[in-house]
Protein backbone atom coordinates (compact mmCIF):
# COMPACT_ATOMS: atom_id res chain seq x y z
CA UNK A 1 0.00 0.00 0.00
CA UNK A 2 1.54 3.49 -0.97
CA UNK A 3 2.08 6.21 1.63
CA UNK A 4 0.98 9.83 0.72
CA UNK A 5 3.07 12.30 2.28
CA UNK A 6 2.10 15.82 2.09
CA UNK A 7 3.94 19.15 2.16
CA UNK A 8 3.71 22.81 1.03
CA UNK A 9 0.54 25.10 1.51
CA UNK A 10 0.49 28.39 4.30
CA UNK A 11 -0.91 31.80 3.73
CA UNK A 12 -1.11 33.20 0.54
CA UNK A 13 -2.15 37.04 -0.46
CA UNK A 14 -4.45 36.87 -3.39
CA UNK A 15 -3.15 37.13 -6.69
CA UNK A 16 -0.41 35.11 -5.32
CA UNK A 17 1.19 31.80 -6.09
CA UNK A 18 1.55 28.58 -3.64
CA UNK A 19 2.86 24.99 -4.51
CA UNK A 20 1.78 21.89 -2.69
CA UNK A 21 3.99 18.50 -3.05
CA UNK A 22 2.93 15.31 -2.09
CA UNK A 23 5.40 12.39 -2.48
CA UNK A 24 3.84 8.46 -3.17
CA UNK A 25 6.10 6.76 -0.97
CA UNK A 26 6.21 2.58 -1.83
CA UNK A 27 5.03 3.22 -4.86
CA UNK A 28 5.81 4.27 -7.82
CA UNK A 29 4.12 6.79 -9.95
CA UNK A 30 4.05 4.98 -13.46
CA UNK A 31 1.72 2.63 -11.83
CA UNK A 32 -0.74 5.16 -9.82
CA UNK A 33 -3.26 8.03 -10.30
CA UNK A 34 -2.56 10.88 -7.89
CA UNK A 35 -5.31 13.16 -7.26
CA UNK A 36 -5.91 16.33 -5.51
CA UNK A 37 -8.86 17.09 -3.54
CA UNK A 38 -10.12 20.47 -1.17
CA UNK A 39 -12.22 20.82 1.47
CA UNK A 40 -13.18 24.00 2.08
CA UNK A 41 -14.59 25.52 5.28
CA UNK A 42 -18.61 24.04 5.59
CA UNK A 43 -18.83 22.50 2.12
CA UNK A 44 -17.90 18.74 0.88
CA UNK A 45 -14.64 18.19 0.04
CA UNK A 46 -13.89 18.43 -3.85
CA UNK A 47 -12.04 17.47 -6.67
CA UNK A 48 -9.24 19.03 -8.35
CA UNK A 49 -7.22 17.70 -10.45
CA UNK A 50 -5.18 14.11 -10.85
CA UNK A 51 -2.77 13.25 -13.21
CA UNK A 52 -2.95 9.45 -14.46
CA UNK A 53 -0.10 6.92 -14.19
CA UNK A 54 0.49 7.91 -17.95
CA UNK A 55 1.32 11.98 -16.86
CA UNK A 56 -1.78 12.73 -18.52
CA UNK A 57 -3.75 15.75 -16.35
CA UNK A 58 -7.22 17.32 -16.01
CA UNK A 59 -7.99 19.83 -13.82
CA UNK A 60 -11.42 20.68 -12.57
CA UNK A 61 -13.10 24.00 -14.62
CA UNK A 62 -12.95 26.09 -11.36
CA UNK A 63 -9.37 26.21 -11.12
CA UNK A 64 -8.09 25.48 -15.20
CA UNK A 65 -6.01 28.21 -16.75
CA UNK A 66 -4.46 28.90 -12.81
CA UNK A 67 -3.75 25.47 -11.42
CA UNK A 68 -1.53 23.13 -12.75
CA UNK A 69 -0.28 19.66 -12.21
CA UNK A 70 3.26 18.08 -12.63
CA UNK A 71 5.31 15.28 -11.42
CA UNK A 72 8.64 13.69 -11.18
CA UNK A 73 8.66 10.41 -11.73
CA UNK A 74 12.30 9.78 -10.17
CA UNK A 75 11.59 11.65 -7.11
CA UNK A 76 7.83 9.52 -6.48
CA UNK A 77 6.75 13.47 -6.40
CA UNK A 78 3.66 15.05 -7.51
CA UNK A 79 3.13 18.86 -7.70
CA UNK A 80 0.11 21.23 -7.25
CA UNK A 81 1.26 24.66 -8.63
CA UNK A 82 -1.48 27.55 -7.51
CA UNK A 83 -1.52 30.46 -9.44
CA UNK A 84 -3.50 34.10 -9.13
CA UNK A 85 -5.31 32.44 -6.21
CA UNK A 86 -8.28 33.58 -4.72
CA UNK A 87 -10.10 33.43 -1.39
CA UNK A 88 -12.41 30.94 -2.44
CA UNK A 89 -9.26 29.09 -2.70
CA UNK A 90 -8.70 28.24 0.78
CA UNK A 91 -9.35 25.10 1.79
CA UNK A 92 -7.60 21.56 3.27
CA UNK A 93 -5.98 20.16 0.14
CA UNK A 94 -5.08 16.68 0.16
CA UNK A 95 -3.61 14.13 -1.90
CA UNK A 96 -4.95 10.71 -2.89
CA UNK A 97 -3.22 7.94 -4.67
CA UNK A 98 -5.36 5.21 -7.03
CA UNK A 99 -3.66 2.18 -8.41
CA UNK A 100 -3.62 2.12 -12.26
CA UNK A 101 -6.79 4.13 -12.77
CA UNK A 102 -7.55 7.51 -12.86
CA UNK A 103 -10.83 9.27 -11.23
CA UNK A 104 -12.17 12.25 -10.14
CA UNK A 105 -14.39 10.72 -7.35
CA UNK A 106 -12.67 10.86 -3.89
CA UNK A 107 -14.08 7.30 -2.89
CA UNK A 108 -12.13 5.31 -5.89
CA UNK A 109 -8.97 6.60 -4.01
CA UNK A 110 -7.66 4.62 -1.26
CA UNK A 111 -4.17 6.17 0.47
CA UNK A 112 -4.76 9.77 1.55
CA UNK A 113 -2.18 12.27 2.27
CA UNK A 114 -2.25 14.14 5.85
CA UNK A 115 -4.24 17.29 4.13
CA UNK A 116 -2.54 21.01 4.17
CA UNK A 117 -3.89 24.27 5.20
CA UNK A 118 -4.42 26.80 1.87
CA UNK A 119 -5.38 30.29 3.31
CA UNK A 120 -5.76 33.00 0.72
CA UNK A 121 -6.47 36.74 2.36
CA UNK A 122 -8.32 39.09 0.20
Known amino acids: QVQVIQSGGGLVQSGGSLRLSCVASGGTLSRYALGWFRQAPGKEREFVGVVSARGITQLADSVKGRFTISRDVPKNTVYLQMNSVNPEDTAVYYC????????????????WGQGTQVTVSS
Open 96 to 111: AARFLITSSRQRDYSS
